[in-house]
């Protein structure tokens, strides 16, 4: 055996897999793989907040199982950074491409069939980036509202339902997150049935529907999340 060839095996799997990552197809590829696992994590996080219907104890209790397990937690974490920096590189990767594959602008656009949500997809994604900085900053590091952040329920455990109540009773602070939630939506709306054709769930039959599930999963995620915040201005959810 060559040792020569043999060496070089590895080099050749590693520039096809970098070409294809680095083509249009692989950006597409790790953008539906990257938004797919996104979504999941938007929906475990969403089914978390809405323990506050069941009780201030109950999400108190969850938020103090989650810290209880930092391993848990930080692979969690973690994770999310990983998958939301390759969907954005994937985002700009694309664009770039697009851009190089049509050096003359077009002169002007007449859109026929394209969505508002789908050609609004880059500003709602830089919205959603803006406000998961914004949230960290709120939620995660205390920086907004840190007398809130401190407080801590008859268990001595962190009060998130109290620091939920708190804050959403400010009318522009639960504004900002239901537009961020209507940005997440129409992004969701849009991006599920790109994935679903990048995965080749197309077809004549098939891709009106892949519309509708993309559409509906946009708007009850979107929903869901707002529904904290009006429960809080309309006094649904009180602190006891």
């Given amino acids: 055996m060559n040792p020569a060839t043999n060496s070089t095996a590895p080099r050749t799997r590693r520039s096809v897999l970098g070409n294809f990552v680095r083509s249009s197809i692989g950006a597409k590829w790790v953008m539906a793989i990257t938004g797919v696992l996104f979504l999941l994590w938007l929906i475990g996080h969403l089914v978390g907040n809405l323990q506050l219907f069941a009780g201030a104890q109950v999400i108190n209790d969850y938020a103090a199982f989650l810290r209880a397990n930092p391993t848990l937690l930080w692979l969690v974490r973690i994770g999310l950074i990983v998958v939301v920096a390759l969907h954005v590189l994937a985002g700009l990767r694309l664009s770039v491409l697009n851009r190089q594959s049509r050096p003359v602008r077009y002169e002007g656009y ?39 952040f401190e407080q801590v329920d008859p268990k001595g455990q ?21 537009v961020a939630m209507v940005a997440v939506g129409m992004h969701l709306s849009h991006a599920i049935w790109s994935s679903m054709q990048t995965m080749g769930l197309y077809g004549r039959r098939f891709t009106p529907r892949a519309l509708r599930i993309g559409r ?25």
């Fill in 216 to 240: 509906w999963i946009g708007i009850l995620i979107a929903l869901g999340f707002i529904l904290i915040p009006l429960a809080v201005l309309f006094g649904i959810v009180r602190i006891s």
């Fill in 110 to 148: 007449r859109y026929r069939k394209a969505s508002w949500a789908s050609r609004s997809m880059m500003w709602t994604g830089i919205l959603i980036l803006a406000f998961v900085i914004f949230h960290l900053a709120h939620f995660t590091w205390g920086w907004i509202f840190p007398s809130y």
């Fill in 158 to 178: 962190h009060d998130v339902a109290g620091m939920l109540v708190r804050s959403f009773s400010h009318p522009w602070m639960a504004a900002i997150y239901m």
